[in-house]
């Protein structure tokens, strides 16, 4: 029996207005967001740099109070792990082979009072981390390959995503499946389907021109599906 939870659209502000950042993020959960998503990029580990952990400060300063899911694209891990988790981040997830020690890091993240995810790259195979599934509270597939928005979905990510549903539910844990990159009105309805509940999508809403009618079709495609 699937383990699948209720859906959540978590818009990307890597696609937001920088100028008026607060303004926006509060735009994107009125029109129906359910959490923040951050893309958190060091020009290390992945080729661009976006933003840290004031970033984070500076919205709950603001008066954001939807979950806020870190996403670090970082290497090393543990210190900005730590320092998102003291600026407000709600769940964070890292790359496994960023960092020296994933279970430690896991346990860092948990001993913060956070939600522990880990990502997995589009080549990065399911067994990797199988280990982990007693410990983590999420794990994201990535459909594009880290570093830039606005990529397009690479279609064998979705065997993956099916993959990875079957192994949550063989495990009886509630473990939310995200998928990040290239996610619009267009495929949300196959990703459900697939095994996926928690949709990160950054360009699609952001660059709709109107986020509440955008984030409703997504909606209404996993709604027609049950």
Not at 11 to 24: H, K, Q, T, Y
Not at 70 to 96: K, Q, R, T
Not at 202 to 208: M, P, Q, V, Y
Request: charged share 20%; aromatic share 6%; net charge negative.
């Amino acid at each position: 029996m699937s383990m699948k939870q209720s859906a959540v659209i978590a818009p990307s502000i890597l696609s937001a207005d920088f100028a008026r950042l607060g303004e926006d993020t509060q735009a994107v959960l009125d029109a129906g967001g359910d959490w923040v998503h951050f893309d958190v990029m060091d020009n290390h580990y992945v080729p661009n740099l976006t933003f840290g952990p004031m970033i984070c400060k500076a919205l709950r300063n603001y008066g954001i109070t939807a979950p806020i899911d870190v996403h670090l694209m970082v290497e090393p891990v543990d210190e900005l792990a730590l320092a998102f988790a003291g600026a407000g981040a709600s769940g964070i997830s890292f790359h496994p082979e960023a960092t020296r020690h994933v279970d430690r890091t896991i346990s860092l993240i948990k001993e913060a009072g956070c939600k522990a995810g880990v990502v997995l790259n589009p080549a990065t195979p399911l067994d990797s981390i199988s280990c982990l599934l007693g410990k983590i509270d999420m794990i994201l597939l990535m459909s594009v390959n880290p570093g830039f928005g606005g990529q397009k979905f690479i279609p064998y990510v979705m065997d993956k995503i099916r993959q990875a549903r079957a192994i949550i539910d063989d495990t009886g844990r509630d473990v939310r499946l995200q998928v990040d990159g290239g996610v619009d009105v267009d495929n949300i309805g196959e990703l459900w389907e697939a095994g996926c509940d928690t949709f990160v999508s950054g360009s699609a809403i952001f660059g709709s021109g109107d986020y509440a009618r955008t984030i409703a079709r997504m909606n209404a495609e996993i709604d027609s599906l049950g």
